[in-house]
C-alpha cells in the first residue's frame, strides 16, 4: 500500500484541527477525509471507507468512545489513533481498552502522528509471526528460539521478564496499557506494582541506562511501548 492511496478519516469538530490535519497530511502523500462528528464520520464511511481514522474523544452527540464501542464490536478492523487532551490519560486508558491502535496529545507535531500513522498501518498489514526474529537497536529477540540478545551478548529473562518482552515485540511500536498487560501476562490476576517490578528488572537487563530507557518507553498513566522494529 503505497502513501498516496491511503485514506485517513479525520473525525474531529475543531475547524482548526482539521485544517491542521488536512495540510499536513496531504503534505505527507495521504487523502484526508474530513467529518465533524460521528454521524458525518458514518455518512462518509458508506461512501468509501477509509484506511485509518483519526479520532478526538470529546466529539458533539456521539462521542470518542461511544464510536469505539461499536465499531470494534462490528469488527471494524482498520486502525484508529486517538486525539487527545494532554490531560485525558482515564479517557486515553478507556480507549486504548475499547480497542483504538493508539494515542496522540494535543498539541502534536506531524512528524510523530506521521510515525504513529506508519506503525498502526504497518501493524494491521503483519501476520504475527511473519518475522520471527525482531529487531531494535541492539536488541534483538528470536520469538522461536526464545533468545533475547543485546548485541552479541544473549540476556538470560526469567520467564515473566520473557512473556511480557514476548508480548511488547508482538506489539512493537504501539502503545500497550497496564491492564492488556497484565491480562496477556498473568491473565488478569495480579496489581499493576507487579507489571512495574518485572518492568524495572527487565529495564536492568536490556537498557543501557535503565533510569533513561530507549526500548521500553513508559507512556505515563497509560502504559509502555516497546521501540519499534527496523524494517528488513
Known amino acids: 500500500m503505497t502513501t498516496t492511496s491511503v485514506k485517513i478519516l479525520v473525525?474531529?469538530?475543531?475547524?482548526?484541527?482539521?485544517?491542521?490535519?488536512?495540510?499536513g497530511l496531504t503534505a505527507q502523500g495521504y487523502q484526508v477525509i474530513e467529518a465533524p462528528s460521528v454521524k458525518f464520520a458514518i455518512e462518509e464511511m458508506a461512501k468509501d471507507m477509509p484506511d485509518l481514522i483519526l479520532l478526538d474523544l470529546g466529539l458533539p452527540g456521539i462521542s470518542g468512545h461511544d464510536a469505539l464501542r461499536q465499531w470494534r464490536s462490528e469488527a471494524l478492523e482498520l486502525p484508529i489513533i486517538i486525539l487527545s487532551s494532554r490531560t485525558d490519560e482515564k479517557g486515553i486508558v478507556e480507549a486504548l481498552e475499547l480497542g483504538?491502535?493508539?494515542?496522540?496529545?494535543?498539541?502534536?507535531?506531524?512528524?510523530?502522528?506521521?510515525?504513529?500513522?506508519?506503525?498502526?498501518?504497518?501493524?494491521?498489514?503483519?501476520?504475527?509471526g511473519e518475522r520471527p526474529v525482531f529487531r531494535t537497536g541492539d536488541l534483538s529477540v528470536d520469538?522461536?528460539?526464545?533468545?533475547?540478545?543485546?548485541?552479541?551478548?544473549d540476556i538470560k529473562l526469567s520467564?515473566?521478564?520473557y512473556d511480557i518482552l514476548r508480548v511488547m515485540v508482538q506489539h512493537a511500536g504501539k502503545v500497550l496499557t497496564h491492564r492488556y498487560l497484565l491480562d496477556q501476562v498473568w491473565n488478569g490476576s495480579t496489581d499493576v506494582q507487579y507489571l512495574r517490578v518485572y518492568m524495572r528488572q527487565l529495564r536492568q537487563k536490556i537498557e543501557k541506562h535503565p533510569d533513561q530507557p530507549e526500548y521500553l518507553l513508559t507512556e505515563t498513566g497509560v502504559g509502555y511501548r516497546l521501540r519499534e522494529g527496523e524494517q528488513a
Open 11 to 23: 473525525v474531529d469538530d475543531e475547524p482548526p484541527i482539521r485544517k491542521l490535519l488536512r495540510v
Open 100 to 128: 483504538a491502535d493508539d494515542y496522540v496529545t494535543k498539541p502534536f507535531g506531524m512528524n510523530e502522528l506521521g510515525a504513529r500513522i506508519r506503525v498502526a498501518l504497518r501493524h494491521r498489514l503483519a501476520q504475527q
Open 143 to 153: 520469538l522461536v528460539k526464545r533468545i533475547v540478545r543485546i548485541g552479541d551478548k
Open 159 to 161: 520467564p515473566k521478564e
